[in-house]
């Protein structure tokens, strides 16, 4: 089997994941177990801060959270993903729910308005290096044309800011198949806890050895 590499150089403009906008929906506050938890951002969650879930309103984002019930206003940053629930739309910290009259055990109407919308996606807990040399890679995508693969590649790169991608073209079934990685890492729990800081939606990746 022919195996060869082919490094993508993508040279695209950053651009916003969404634009300014409102939703309505309901709100929860996230259950107290969760306090000192990992966040999907890489920091420490919690209930002590103004910070809240969201399924995919970029990291380090602001919105504000309005009652609609009480019109009590809370501004909370996006750290982590949820609720996944069906239904809920936000999930508050213990301190930012008070704020709009909820408690853990309780729910509300609420109106979402982002007031600044953070352009790229970081990983707060790793030096950039642990994603550049190494064995190990989270393969991230398959596909058999190059082109949807390039198209995805370029999508990492302009919604999340990853930019150590690469691309390896493998035979399957005598017919190429083009797999996207993010990173190389030197071991594979670095690999394993890089992973766990994607978004939601990139979480079907898995770690491997890139050879």
């Known amino acids: 089997m022919q195996r060869f590499l082919v490094f993508i150089l993508i040279l695209f403009a950053n651009y916003n994941l969404l634009n300014a906008q409102s939703q309505t929906g309901i709100a929860s506050v996230r259950h107290l177990a ?17 910070v809240a879930s969201h399924r995919s309103i970029p990291f380090g984002s602001i919105v504000r959270i309005t009652n609609l019930k009480n019109q009590k206003t809370v501004d909370v940053r996006i750290n982590d993903r949820g609720p996944f629930i069906n239904g809920l739309i936000i ?28 352009d790229e996606f970081q990983l707060n807990k790793f030096d950039s290096n642990l994603a550049e040399d190494g064995e190990f890679s989270i393969k991230i995508g ?13 999508k990492l790169f302009t919604d999340y800011n990853l930019k150590n ?16 990685f993010i990173g ?17 939606n990139l979480q079907n990746g898995y770690v491997t050895t890139f050879d």
């Open 91 to 118: 999930d508050l910290s213990e301190v930012a729910g008070q704020q709009i009259g909820l408690s853990v055990k309780s729910k509300a109407k609420v109106k979402l308005d982002i007031i600044h919308l953070e």
């Open 142 to 154: 398959s596909f058999g044309e190059k082109e949807n693969a390039t198209r995805f590649a370029r």
């Open 184 to 200: 190389r890492f030197p071991t594979r729990a670095i690999a394993e806890q890089y992973l766990a800081q994607l978004p939601e």
């Open 34 to 50: 969760h306090e000192g938890t990992l966040t999907k951002s890489g920091e420490f969650f919690s209930h002590d801060s103004l």
């Open 165 to 180: 991608i690469s691309m390896k073209i493998d035979d399957y079934n005598g017919s190429p198949s083009y797999n996207v």
